[in-house]
């Protein structure tokens, strides 16, 4: 199973929103820009919500029927390992196997000697095509690479084969996330990361490797943009040296998780792949629900009172809702609006607030952020939420469309 170039994330809390962000790739389309759209959902996330990877399949199936995309689609059990990979494996042909657990990890001593005796031919200087000096590889760093990442992609060959079994070889998609490590890592690294996994045959398409920088959920990139675009440039030479260097499928292309909102490098992006002529998977981070509550705001009435009450509920349960993201938030909680005072704001004051406009004089990073983390709140609503989702789904529908296709698609795809 091939994927498309160009592949996009798309990520939906609720499972009420697939028709309108499925507008935004037929918008694409109709503008000559080619995106496969893949719909993902974390076991963390279906545990928080209480839903099930069936669910995403069917709102994936539904939503292609009702605009009659002719296009492919994808469903993706993103960031999952042995231990619930099965939950997932009728409902998915895309899989990121998340290896977090085993970096660092002692490796077998009989992978650690293969691993040193195949890579010995990279000690000295590499050069490689699109990068201006030779990646310099000593054997230290050859030790350094096996004792960090060789059990992590022994992992990851663990769970491909688990599946493989299950739904047979070349009837999915593989993806190798190492997203959630706690440092980035070089392009030397990443080739030494993709050797282990050509060591282990596991064929890959995409990867995610931790970028320098904080990919904070919901808001923009922090961090050094042009250190971010050395490093990026250099990992897409690098893939590329790889797949011919050790047999891995030519398509191979990065995958940047927590993509939305990183509104600062979606140009170095664009013009990186397209200097390299690659493709690129990009997953949101389910910044989708932000549009519901935005959508829910601009309705008024009750609408804005679900969003009122999102808030004060979230606002009161920082410390809890706020735990399991602590790695991938930057909330400044001096700067989150009281309750009270939200509970008096108009339409307008609620969604200039929320919408992700960087150059808005009313948006609050903080407050997105929170509200981000706050889809728990919403859940716990129940019919009451989904009621309302259902009523004021055209205004809703309109903010999902135009943040997925105006605000990321546009700007990362287009070729002018
Ligand atoms: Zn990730």
Do not use: C
Not at 222 to 251: M, N, R, Y
Not at 336 to 360: I, N, Q, Y
Not at 363 to 374: A, M, S, T
Not at 382 to 399: D, F, P, S, T, W
């Amino acid at each position: 199973m091939q994927l498309n170039k160009y592949s996009f994330g798309i990520g939906d809390r609720f499972a009420h929103q697939g028709v309108a962000q499925l507008q935004a790739f037929a918008n694409a389309q109709k503008e000559g820009i080619d995106v496969v759209p893949v719909w993902n959902k974390s076991h963390r996330e279906h545990t928080t919500i209480g839903s099930t990877p069936d669910t995403v399949r069917e709102e994936a199936e539904n939503s292609v029927k009702s605009l009659d995309w002719e296009g492919d689609y994808h469903v993706d059990a993103d960031h999952i390992g042995l231990a619930n990979v099965d939950f997932f494996m009728k409902s998915s042909d895309f899989f990121t196997l998340d290896v977090t657990a085993h970096i660092g990890k002692e490796p077998d001593p009989a992978d650690h000697t293969e691993f040193l005796k195949q890579n010995q031919l990279f000690v000295g200087k590499v050069p490689v095509d699109g990068l201006e000096e030779p990646l310099s590889i000593t054997s230290q760093d050859l030790e350094h690479a096996s004792r960090k990442f060789l059990a992590g992609m022994k992992e990851a060959s663990r769970i491909y084969s688990h599946i493989g079994n299950a739904k047979g070889i070349g009837n999915f998609i593989t993806e190798v996330s190492i997203d959630e490590t706690d440092s980035a890592q070089s392009p030397k690294e990443l080739l030494l990361i993709l050797s282990a996994l050509a060591q282990f045959k596991v064929p890959l398409q995409t990867i995610a490797p931790k970028f320098t920088g904080r990919f904070n959920k919901g808001v923009d990139y922090q961090g050094d943009l042009g250190q971010f675009k050395t490093e990026f440039e250099a990992d897409l030479a690098v893939l590329k040296f790889a797949s011919e260097e050790f047999g891995l499928p030519d398509d191979l292309k990065l995958s940047v998780h927590s993509g939305s909102d990183k509104f600062s490098l979606y140009s170095i992006v664009r013009e990186a792949i397209q200097t390299f002529n690659t493709g690129l998977h990009i997953k949101t981070a389910g910044t989708t629900w932000l549009e519901e509550l935005i959508g829910l705001a601009e309705a008024g009435g009750e609408g804005l009172s679900i969003s009122h009450e999102v808030y004060t509920k979230a606002y009161r349960r920082f410390e809890e809702l706020a735990g399991p993201y602590a790695d991938v938030i930057d909330i400044d909680t001096n700067h989150l609006p009281k309750p009270e005072e939200v509970a008096l704001w108009s339409s307008d004051d609620f969604t200039l607030a929320l919408r992700h406009d960087p150059t808005g004089t009313a948006f609050n990073p903080d407050f997105r952020q929170l509200l981000h983390i706050g889809y728990k709140v919403a859940a716990e609503m129940g019919n009451r939420y989904l009621q309302a989702l259902q009523n004021h789904e055209k205004v809703i529908a309109k903010n999902v469309t135009e943040n997925l296709y105006e605000r990321h698609i546009q700007p990362l795809f287009h070729s002018a």
